[in-house]
């Protein structure tokens, strides 16, 4: 049996978005910027797309720009918006359990613009605190970017709440010359919970095909209208003159489908995934012992599912579990091979010794109730065999001691990110 | 009959291309980065990828990073060597026939970054003049971007001369703390003609998978080794940390495929290309009065055909051809939908009342015979069509005088492409 549990790392394309974008390959080739009947029908297709995709998130097409993958649309959300408003202010809001895309886009303009940002503490569910949050809002922000939820702990932030506090600042001081924008990471989260950005209220929102088993390669930003931002990819009049490149019509077409196919049976798929979810974090714990859930549980994603297993490495449980069929992850898809603790897991307090033994389950619409019984069945053996060849585990045993091991190496986004 | 001559702006995929990519859709659908089985699959084709499309061009693949599109990879090129380097030097040069996303790239460093930079003219032919190219370079230059072809008049520029004069340029001042780095846009030609990077001795070379029938949304960008680039999109570590973003895996192993087919059979090609292109350009003046070719008569692509057809409107000419089922362009891919004379042909001299009146046939290797026949079947009635309802020609029968009515407004960048 194969049971594939790494959904926020990729995702198996829906046999019908593959049907809707075949004929584009080899058939509708054309350039959607060329005025002949092949680039007319590109261009149509392109345009159906944005409109499947504004449906989803409830925004006008025009609020949508199509980027290459997730990581695009928030250094072009980020750096977009810091250029383009750099005159008013240098100072972003974000937190600390973001994706690299943003931390690492946060260093891009602290380094080669002067910008100044504070990275948000979050409590040890992953959530933003409120109060600390009121008080990194200076005169000077221009932006805050908080993730909707977290790829790898599932927390759901509370970002209609810190919207509101944004828009009520942003109307206290009457000469302030700017007003600070939201934007929110949505990859993890779009295509998995209801998200409207209208209900929101959030200025930037970053979601990806890959979550609604769309195509790799195409990812989009929901930029509402009048919110300036200055191009990454410079270069030709594509995507009202805001992101450069030939349009990439065929991935564009799987998107739009996906889109639709992912709002028409969202809350369906939603209360599916949050029963086999509920199972994993119910059962797990009742057939092995010292597993801890990580993430929040109720304010949570409801495809995720992270335990941190006591006295083992999380990177032999996926290798032994890899060999029963099951795929999963065991740390955020960018830093996977990475042994170090994730900046996630240290930044919600989960102790070094504990969190390296951390496995992220990831389900997906098409996660079934058997492929759960059968991970299930495998995980307790994996787990038993691995301890029992663990010198923490038997010092443990021997004295009802834990050994700690692992230093606790200070994080740092250039070390880890980009050698 | 059908008759696709607008290759530059995007080609029909290759269907063993396809087929090599169908089964990344849906069966190996893992994140390169993942380390269980579907994982290792993914990056397995990743890499071989990499390596197909280095042996294209001669490069370790190593050398090679994979980006969204060719426009990215130019402003990879550019913006990532500038930021590298710009402590040591803000100074770079360019040429005015380059495609936007450097011409525009160029203005970002300007406008964000206080870089200077000059833009060499071209001769008639589309030709940088070796002693102005001379002349340009200076202690602070950093970097020379200039294309190994032009998409749009087909003329090839004297690259390895170029790069010797840097060389050279190199070598004579000892106290200089920079060594100017030469960028060439390929991606007009790569695939084409024959592109060796270590013969043409470049730094930084752009390349797309379009030009190599493969997919869309899929590029490259080669970096010799140990040329430091900052990069545009930061996250996590793929890519050797040089572009963040989740791997495209469906379209990295398009483009493999693609530039495997591509290399072997590049002289045939080449060689089938050129005959065909060089019917059209034999066969249209003999049947069609006042028309003229744009570009340089040798040294160019063999898959380019530039006319400017006197008295009448490019726009007008593609929509009647359009009708016949011939799919041309009236401009650069960009730029297709204004009827200003492009940047291009106003840069080699073309009369504005003339240059209106262009039409770009980019041939394949999928070309034939028959359609070219076809071609030059029909272009002659469009043209007489247009001639006798045109008032420019009307006067010109009457008096044997021209009437000029285009005013010759000036070129800029932004005007032209940021709104």
Redesign the interface.
């Known amino acids: 049996m194969k049971v594939?549990l790494?959904n926020h790392?990729?995702?198996?394309?829906d046999?019908e978005v593959?049907d809707e974008m075949l004929p584009f390959?080899?058939e509708h080739?054309?350039?959607a910027?060329?005025?002949?009947?092949?680039?007319v029908k590109?261009k149509d297709a392109v345009e159906k797309s944005r409109f499947k995709v504004a449906q989803l998130i409830n925004c006008g097409p025009e609020e949508i720009i199509f980027t290459?993958?997730?990581?695009?649309s928030?250094?072009l959300a980020i750096k977009g918006v810091a250029?383009a408003y750099k005159e008013k202010g240098k100072h972003i809001i974000t937190s600390a359990i973001e994706?690299?895309?943003v931390l690492?886009?946060l260093?891009?303009l602290k380094k080669?613009?002067g910008f100044e940002y504070t990275v948000l503490p979050v409590d040890k569910y992953g959530v933003v605190n409120i109060d600390e949050f009121k008080n990194a809002l200076r005169d000077d922000t221009v932006l805050v970017s908080i993730q909707l939820a977290n790829s790898e702990i599932g927390t759901i932030q509370p970002i209609k709440k810190l919207v509101s506090i944004v828009k009520e600042f942003n109307t206290q001081k009457k000469e302030r010359q700017i007003k600070t924008l939201f934007h929110t990471d949505a990859v993890a989260a779009c295509g998995i919970i209801p998200a409207d950005v209208k209900e929101l209220d959030v200025d930037l929102f970053s979601l990806s095909a890959?979550q609604l088993h769309g195509?790799?390669?195409?990812a989009a930003l929901y930029v509402r209208k009048g919110v300036r931002i200055?191009?990454?990819?410079?270069?030709?009049?594509?995507e009202g003159?805001r992101r450069?490149?030939?349009?990439?019509?065929?991935?564009i077409v799987g998107m739009g489908k996906a889109a639709e196919i992912t709002k028409q049976k969202l809350n369906e798929n939603y209360n599916k995934m949050l029963l086999l979810r509920d199972k994993l974090i119910q059962e797990v714990p009742k057939r092995v012992k010292y597993v801890y859930l990580n993430g929040h549980p109720v304010e949570r994603l409801p495809n995720n599912v992270n335990f941190s297993f006591e006295f083992i490495e999380g990177?032999s449980i996926?290798?032994l579990?890899?060999q029963k069929g099951i795929?999963?992850?065991?740390g955020s898809?960018?830093?996977?091979?990475t042994l170090k603790l994730s900046h996630v897991l240290k930044s919600i307090g989960v102790d070094p010794a504990v969190g390296q033994g951390s496995i992220v389950f990831t389900l997906s619409r098409y996660t079934t109730q058997q492929e759960v019984d059968y991970v299930l069945d495998q995980i307790t053996p994996i787990i038993e065999r691995l301890r029992s060849i663990s010198p923490l585990y038997d010092y443990f045993l021997k004295t009802g001691q834990r050994m700690l091991t692992t230093s606790d190496k200070s994080y740092d986004v250039h070390e880890e990110?980009?050698?």
């Open positions: 594939y790494d790392s990729a995702t198996k394309l046999p593959l390959f080899s080739y054309g350039n910027q060329s005025i002949h009947d092949l680039g590109a290459s993958c997730g990581s695009e928030n250094n250029l994706h690299f895309s690492n886009s260093e891009h080669f613009f890959s195509p790799k390669g195409i200055i191009p990454q990819i410079d270069g030709g009049i594509q003159g450069a490149g030939t349009e990439n019509v065929v991935c990177e996926l290798l579990l890899n795929y999963v992850s065991s898809a960018c830093v996977s091979k990110e980009q050698n």
